[in-house]
């Protein structure tokens, strides 16, 4: 069975072991400022116990001098894991834009992957913004809190149960907001996405949807969950909001009351002044990282609701050596038992291809017909390796399609989609797959073979001629033969089209027609997906879908006989006579007769 990666339930760690040794030194860092956090209460100590009570200047002048070198140093160390926070946000980025950005485009075959592989950069940025803000270091802060307790405890055991039953108070306040809390999150940034993906698709087809006067709707309907995903995010600031101002008001009254049991402790002889200020700033440095971490809970919910979609996302790795370089494959194509499973929208299994097996010799081509819905594009995706069969398998020559390096397989496979889709750039670009070191010369037979090198031409700057997003500037035949010459650069052994020919006018289609001859004679195995018959032209077999299943295979001429005389069959059904009840029925009859 071969299962798609990004389907892959298992956790994998986003960080590598130099982004671990890196927040570990961040945490060790953090065990130094926090305890450098105690010079002010200390400080603070000294002087309301010592000095004041001596009256000595000298102590005052060495006290405030060790304070300033202690701040210092505090501060550059501050700065220090600051500065390692944000490196390894963007370490992680950098890591991951490569294989999410692959897994993403795994994931096209499966809805629930591919709505998770487009909100990824968002999801990675996230992480990498959090990385460097005020409060990923409250994290590393917060650990320290008990420290601070004990020391409180220390200058008087009433004052440790007080600063305790606060923190206490401040966590609990932070379980309601987390508990409460997430769902929010989940579908504010769930009906962001939706927005998201809708305005895209608008903006990309605005000139179909105005020709077809469905801007105005879909407008509408873009605008009402702009609004639902706003009502949302409000809806969770508020909710994060009112804990959050909660959480700093009983903080601020905890201290108040600190002081406050401080005082009678003073005034019952218990405790100096000093001790009693003391415990009260301490007390403040205790549940600042927990009142950071309350008002940045949205926050942390989004970024752990991120890592779960990313580690979900994320290929597991490979071993070394797995992927090793086999023999260039010939033109050998099998289809052993493949069987494509998806999930619908209600997550039910829906069966695109079933028990599909047939194999292809090099030189041969292969028709692919049936009605639409019938699963040709499926086998398409199959066959190019875009898509894994959920059982079964396919091999080129003798060594199954994932067990060819990408690379390799990419060059021994041509694809030409049904819907086309070509890239920013030049023509030549487009044709050459974006390969900064492919040849000229590889570039001009390529277009030569598809019938696109005197059209190219015609353009005033040639093969340099740049286009736009998805082919703007260009036909929709222009288009085909563009995308045709990009499969068939550099002699792939095995040719995969998708109704190549369907914007192709005649001279186009005997181009095409060119180019699969040249592609058999080469030895290439050619699969050809068509509803025009002039696809087939150059098919030595074909093959018949109908709901995923293959319901005839053989020469094509056989085929096609029984494909026409069934068609002959139910076009040559005898017509119901005339209804009375139906007046034009009648006159059209006797026209007819």
Same mark, same amino acid.
């Given at each position: 069975m071969h299962r798609n990666k990004a389907q892959d339930p298992r956790k994998k760690s986003l960080l590598n072991a130099t982004q671990r040794r890196l927040l570990w030194a961040i945490a060790g860092i953090s065990t130094i400022t926090n305890l450098l956090m105690l010079t002010g209460p200390l400080f603070m100590l000294q002087v309301y116990d010592r000095v004041l009570a001596s009256?000595?200047?000298?102590?005052?002048?060495?006290?405030?001098?060790?304070?300033?070198?202690l701040y210092i140093v505090m501060g550059l160390l501050d700065h220090a894991r600051g500065r390692i926070a944000a490196r390894v946000g963007a370490q992680l980025q950098h890591q991951l834009?490569?294989?999410?950005?692959?897994?993403?485009?795994?994931?096209?075959?499966?809805?629930?992957?591919?709505?998770?592989?487009?909100?990824?950069?968002?999801?990675?940025?996230?992480?990498?913004?959090?990385?460097?803000?005020?409060?990923?270091?409250?994290?590393?802060?917060?650990?320290?809190?008990? @420290?601070?307790?004990?020391?409180?405890?220390?200058?008087?055991?009433?004052?440790?149960?007080?600063?305790?039953?606060?923190?206490?108070?401040?966590?609990?306040?932070?379980?309601?907001?987390?508990?409460?809390?997430?769902?929010?999150?989940?579908?504010?940034?769930?009906s962001s996405l939706h927005s998201d993906l809708l305005a895209r698709q608008i903006a990309q087809n605005g000139t179909t949807l105005k020709t077809m006067g469905l801007q105005d709707a879909l407008l509408e309907r873009w605008r009402n969950t702009r609004e639902l995903a706003l009502r949302q995010t409000l809806a969770s600031q508020d909710h994060s909001g009112g804990f959050g101002a909660s959480a700093r008001a009983l903080r601020l009254f905890l201290q108040s009351a600190l002081l406050a049991t401080g005082a009678w402790l003073v005034i019952q002889a218990e405790l100096s002044p000093?001790?009693?200020?003391?415990?009260?700033?301490?007390?403040?440095?205790?549940?600042?990282?927990?009142?950071?971490? $309350?008002?940045?809970?949205?926050?942390?919910?989004?970024?752990?609701?991120?890592?779960?979609?990313?580690?979900?996302?994320?290929?597991?790795?490979?071993?070394?050596?797995?992927?090793?370089?086999?023999?260039?494959?010939?033109?050998?194509?099998?289809?052993?038992?493949?069987?494509?499973? @998806?999930?619908?929208?209600?997550?039910?299994?829906?069966? @695109?291809?079933?028990?599909?097996?047939?194999?292809?010799g090099p030189g041969q081509a292969l028709g692919v017909i049936g009605p639409s819905g019938a699963g040709k594009s499926t086998l398409a995706q199959v066959l190019s390796g875009g898509m894994s069969p959920t059982t079964g398998e396919v091999r080129l020559s003798a060594g199954r399609l994932d067990h060819y390096?990408?690379?390799?397989?990419?060059?021994?496979?041509?694809?030409?989609?049904?819907?086309? $889709?070509?890239?920013?750039?030049?023509?030549?670009?487009?044709?050459?797959?974006?390969?900064?070191?492919?040849?000229?010369?590889?570039?001009?037979?390529?277009?030569?073979?598809?019938?696109?090198?005197?059209?190219?031409?015609?353009?005033?700057?040639?093969?340099?001629?740049?286009?736009?997003?998805d082919g703007s500037g260009l036909s929709g035949g222009q288009r085909q033969r563009i995308a045709l010459a990009r499969a068939l650069f550099r002699d792939p052994v095995l040719l995969v089209l998708d109704e190549p020919n369907a914007n192709l006018d005649d001279a186009g289609s005997r181009a095409l027609n060119s180019a699969i001859r040249s592609a058999k004679l080469r030895g290439a195995a050619v699969v050809i997906m068509a509803h025009r018959p002039s696809a087939i032209a150059e098919c030595d077999l074909l093959m018949k879908l109908d709901s995923g299943r293959v319901s005839a295979f053989g020469p094509t001429e056989q085929i096609l006989r029984q494909v026409t005389r069934n068609s002959a069959d139910i076009l040559h059904t005898p017509p119901r006579p005339p209804n009375p009840a139906f007046p034009w029925e009648l006159r059209h009859a006797e026209r007819r007769s």
């Open positions: 009256q000595s200047q000298e102590t005052l002048l060495v006290l405030i001098a060790l304070v300033a070198f834009d490569r294989p999410l950005f692959q897994a993403s485009l795994n994931a096209s075959s499966d809805r629930k992957a591919d709505a998770t592989a487009a909100r990824a950069p968002q999801d990675l940025t996230m992480l990498q913004q959090l990385s460097s803000a005020p409060l990923f270091m409250a994290l590393f802060d917060a650990p320290w809190v008990p @420290l601070f307790l004990c020391i409180i405890a220390l200058l008087h055991p009433l004052l440790g149960l007080a600063a305790l039953g606060a923190a206490l108070l401040i966590v609990l306040i932070g379980l309601a907001s987390h508990s409460k809390g997430r769902d929010l999150v989940v579908a504010s940034q769930h000093g001790a009693m200020v003391a415990a009260t700033i301490i007390l403040g440095r205790a549940l600042a990282p927990l009142d950071q971490m $309350i008002a940045g809970w949205p926050q942390i919910q989004a970024a752990l609701v991120a890592m779960d979609r990313l580690q979900t996302l994320l290929p597991d790795p490979e071993p070394a050596g797995l992927r090793m370089q086999l023999p260039p494959p010939n033109g050998a194509l099998t289809l052993k038992s493949v069987n494509v499973r @998806l999930p619908d929208e209600q997550g039910m299994a829906r069966s @695109l291809l079933h028990d599909i097996s047939f194999t292809l390096p990408p690379e390799q397989l990419s060059r021994a496979i041509g694809y030409l989609q049904q819907s086309v $889709i070509l890239f920013a750039g030049t023509l030549r670009d487009n044709i050459a797959r974006f390969d900064p070191a492919a040849e000229d010369h590889a570039v001009f037979a390529a277009a030569m073979a598809a019938g696109a090198h005197e059209m190219i031409l015609k353009f005033p700057q040639g093969y340099d001629t740049r286009i736009g997003l």
